[in-house]
């Protein structure tokens, strides 16, 4: 009996493990091999794959698409596709989601894999409706998870509403890696009996029973299951494919892989994984806390570093416990994105404030409001009322109260960035990625500059150096003599130009560099503001765009705080960050700023926003108050009780 094995190496693999930095060029050297492993599917565009193109490799991902279907002959080509969020973090319009998935189908992806975060059917339905119309292979999608009301027969209802809108097949989704062997043989078993389609388990090794699930959910009668190449497998990726083919062929199920064309895979990848990982710290194989916690694959480390950016670290314990408990506030979202992102980083926001609830991100109040979705269980009137005030949440198809998209969508870009289609759509789904990469496109290539990737590498080879000569013996540090330094002949001319503009500057250290050349320079009795990588912003499902996103390590010199004017009078304060985060000072790019300078202000008015950890928070002013000076910039990175507004408080 045969058994149809997908391969995720090429897409949810690498962003599971190296946060999504594998590069087209490395996907290219190794397609033909894959293609003639004899796989049901190569998994190998959508999630954030999409996402990561733009923002940090500086790819086209249409391009990726167009070049892996010219060389992958034999294999059809599978995507990831978020339902009425596409390959975006909110809801998009019925005619983008058609224009998209019959610009996908055009080039080249054959099975659209189509999941919501709540399992709302009413967030498929044009989705699916397109790539039928299209002439795709449309899989529809249970996203698994645990909770008191998701029982065995609230799937089977999920299942029934979306093979009424015509799926060709299932697949159950295990995105926390927390199905267990039993629950599997019920689930499928279930499923099989109310279903007349094929289903596929996707499991993630997180909790260390991917294999038996597979095990046992072949066995209950799915046909296909997800898997990895072995030196990408494991951990919070899928079980290894070899591991998986051995198993079965000692029962009367047989993959019919080329074992030699395996092996040659698992190398080229075993090799290339050093270049590419975003960590020298392993993983750990096996992570039984998410038995208890459900966080998916990858969200531990975007936790760390969300902890870490606020330099709240030492309280991760506190965070995976209050996870539990915003998710049951929040009527049980299964943690995928976007809700996965939205949960988190409330439980974050809860405890490093100190006080739940007291910071709410617009994403949280979307949510609630209803506009991503319908949550799973009621959320209590109590809850409701703690997030929207006397709001009412709707009740209609979210993407019903959107208009047409598409016309007009790129006026605001210059023309001669358009290249193709597709551009347009990357820029309505993405708009500042999109635009950051139209630009980047448009240099010549010697005069483009290092992609954000890149350079996040070399920040992290150096912080490996660094590492390595700290635990290097001194003696055996000063054996070897320093190479004499090769500076350039302007060098004092910098040297004194940057004294002399550090020394105002609300910094602690300002870094030059040049090629190999670099210098640091320090002003005393200065407060640091810090830098940090973004990962991909969740932006709000109602709106047209959102707030700007930061690219991951900056590709210029940081921008820079401005100094707190001199305090004349008791009516004269500022409105701090209460986070370390990136400032904006509008909506959205184009739009008016909430504020200016002379502006009267009432008390709870929009003054700015901070974006942090994934998700926008809106700054109000907290007292009527008149508007003296805007001391950050756009796209600036701002500290926790850093001054943003300096304002002068009104009787």
């Not at 909770?147 to 097949?169: C, M, N, R, W």
């Not at 289903?199 to 909790?207: D, E, G, N, R, V």
């Not at 570093?305 to 314990?317: A, H, W």
């Amino acid at each position: 009996m045969p058994l149809r094995i997908t391969d995720t190496t090429l897409r949810d693999a690498h962003q599971s493990l190296w946060a999504t930095r594998m590069r087209t060029d490395d996907m290219l050297q190794i397609i033909d091999t894959i293609d003639n492993v004899g796989f049901y599917s190569l998994e190998c565009w959508g999630g954030a794959t999409f996402d990561v193109c733009l923002r940090f490799l500086r790819e086209n991902p249409w391009e990726r698409l167009r070049m892996i279907k010219a060389r992958a002959k034999n294999t059809p080509l599978q995507m990831l596709l978020r339902g009425q969020n596409l390959v975006g973090y909110r809801n998009y319009a019925d005619d983008v989601v058609d224009r998209f998935v019959a610009l996908a189908c055009e080039n080249g992806i054959d099975i659209f894999r189509v999941f919501d975060a709540l399992n709302d059917t009413r967030n498929l339905q044009a989705a699916i409706k397109a790539v039928k119309k299209h002439g795709g292979h449309a899989q529809g999608t249970l996203c698994y998870t645990i909770s008191p009301v998701h029982t065995v027969e609230k799937f089977v209802q999920y299942a029934k509403e979306q093979a009424d809108l015509g799926i060709d097949s299932l697949c159950i989704k295990d995105m926390a890696g927390i199905l267990s062997p039993i629950s599997a043989e019920r689930l499928v078993g279930a499923l099989v009996k109310e279903l007349n389609i094929p289903i596929q388990i996707h499991c993630h090794a997180s909790s260390g029973m991917a294999i038996a699930t597979y095990v046992e959910g072949v066995r209950a009668g799915a046909g296909a299951i997800d898997c990895a190449i072995s030196s990408m497998a494991g951990s919070s990726s899928q079980p290894p494919v070899e591991t998986m083919a051995a198993i079965f062929a000692e029962t009367n199920y047989s993959a019919g892989l080329d074992m030699d064309a395996l092996e040659k895979v698992s190398k080229y990848f075993d090799e290339l994984a050093p270049k590419r990982r975003q960590s020298s710290t392993p993983m750990p194989a096996i992570d039984p806390g998410i038995l208890l916690h459900q966080i998916p694959g990858g969200m531990i480390s975007n936790f760390r570093s969300q902890l870490e950016m606020q330099k709240s670290l030492d309280k991760l314990p506190e965070v995976l416990k209050e996870v539990s408990r915003v998710r049951e506030d929040l009527g049980f979202p299964p943690l995928v994105t976007p809700t996965s992102q939205i949960v988190g980083t409330q439980a974050v926001m809860n405890i490093i404030s100190g006080e739940r609830y007291k910071i709410i991100p617009n994403e949280v109040k979307d949510y609630v409001r209803g506009l991503y979705g319908r949550s799973p269980a009621a959320i209590s009137d109590e809850m409701i009322k703690k997030i929207l005030g006397d709001e009412k949440p709707i009740t209609h198809r979210p993407a019903d109260r959107l208009s047409p998209m598409l016309p007009k969508s790129t006026d605001a870009v210059d023309p001669k960035l358009i290249e193709h289609e597709e551009d347009i759509i990357s820029y309505i789904l993405l708009p500042e990625p999109a635009l950051e990469y139209f630009k980047w496109r448009a240099l010549a290539p010697d005069q483009r500059p290092e992609t954000p990737a890149d350079l996040e590498l070399k920040k992290l080879k150096l912080t490996d150096k660094k590492e390595s000569t700290a635990a290097a013996p001194a003696a055996s540090a000063q054996a070897t003599p320093a190479a004499p330094l090769n500076l350039p002949p302007n060098f004092q001319g910098i040297a004194n130009e940057m004294s002399e503009k550090i020394g105002g500057l609300v910094l602690e250290e300002l870094v030059f560099s040049r090629g190999e050349f670099k210098v640091s320079i320090k002003a005393s009795g200065a407060s640091a503001v810090s830098s940090f990588a973004a990962t991909s912003p969740v932006a709000s499902p109602a709106t047209a765009s959102a707030a700007p996103a930061q690219a991951s390590v900056p590709v210029a010199e940081p921008k820079k705080a401005e100094k707190a004017p001199e305090v004349k009078s008791a009516n004269q304060k500022t409105i701090n960050s209460p986070l370390v985060g990136t400032f904006y000072s509008s909506p959205g790019p184009g739009k008016p700023a909430f504020v200016k300078e002379g502006d009267i202000v009432e008390k709870g008015a929009k003054v700015c926003i901070v974006e942090a950890m994934k998700l926008f928070n809106e700054i109000s002013a907290p007292v009527k108050c008149r508007v003296i000076k805007l001391m950050a910039e756009d796209g600036m990175v701002v500290e926790k009780d850093q001054p943003l507004i300096a304002i002068e408080v009104l009787a």
